[in-house]
């Protein structure tokens, strides 16, 4: 047969080793994934089986979520004034925030006999009150009887007394302190040195005179100064209610039943000397 004439030969070879299927093995791929979702099913709820109640607070703690509101503010006030904080939104224990406001409540009461029995001269200058941040107290200023040399971080008689009284009240207490410095809105003479300045030099001078007094420095977990920011009374910020430093005791909204114990056997003690 000539050359040309030979016959073109097509071969069709077929693959082997899917297992025959129409999808293969992709169905293995799914089975192992669900299979590894209920091992994991499995073993979070044998994880949460074996957990402890404490451990399982401080889980829910960690993944709720809360709005803190400012309370009102304490304009117009005077003399030793207790003041209540704005409704608390918190997606928390209704029980454990109560019980949180009954500490802040009866910490606000001892120290305003406190400073009625120790501080009669400057219970007029001195304002507690609640917040959702904790207890705060307000040392404020008035004509007469300041509490820093005017322009000055220096502390005068008054300010070293107010602030002895209330370390000596709270220094055994278990909770962090915050100390804020505060101005009124008359500019600070001169250049380069403004009322930002001198609130936080009164805010650390403040800071430095309840150390020596006892607390623990540790305790103190920031000073800040907020110059004329935050005055007590925004329609007049040249008062002199305005210049002030101002204490916070921090309570927690949901605090723990070792806070709660610490509260009563430390606190109430040294309150009620």
Do not use: C
Request: overall charge positive; glycine content about 8%.
């Amino acid at each position: 047969m000539p050359r040309e004439e030979q016959p073109i030969i097509i071969k069709k070879i077929k693959k082997a080793g899917h297992g025959g299927g129409h999808h293969g093995g992709a169905w293995k791929v799914a089975y192992a994934d669900f299979v590894t979702a209920m091992m994991a099913l499995f073993l979070v709820l044998w994880l949460v089986a074996v957990m402890s109640i404490d451990a399982k607070k401080r889980i829910a703690e960690y993944f709720r979520s809360f709005t803190v509101f400012q309370g009102p503010e304490a304009g117009g006030a005077t003399g030793i004034s207790i003041m209540q904080g704005g409704p608390v939104k918190l997606d928390k224990d209704p029980g454990d925030i109560k019980n949180a406001k009954n500490i802040q409540n009866k910490l606000v009461a001892e120290i305003g006999k406190i400073i009625e029995e120790k501080l009669k001269g400057l219970k007029e200058q001195i304002l507690v009150f609640t917040t959702n941040e904790g207890v705060r107290i307000e040392l404020t200023e008035k004509t007469g009887t300041p509490l820093f040399e005017t322009g000055k971080n220096n502390l005068l008689r008054s300010g070293e007394d107010a602030l002895k009284v209330l370390t000596e009240t709270i220094m055994n207490l278990p909770n962090n302190i915050v100390i804020e410095g505060h101005t009124d809105s008359q500019p600070y003479p001169g250049e380069g040195y403004t009322n930002w300045e001198l609130a936080a030099d009164r805010a650390n001078a403040a800071r430095r005179a309840i150390i020596k007094y006892g607390l623990d420095p540790k305790r103190i977990k920031r000073v800040a100064s907020f110059a004329d920011a935050l005055p007590i009374k925004p329609d007049d910020p040249y008062d002199g209610i305005n210049r002030r430093i101002s204490i916070l005791i921090e309570v927690k909204q949901q605090p723990t039943a070792i806070d709660k114990s610490l509260w009563m056997e430390n606190a109430q003690p040294e309150i009620m000397q």
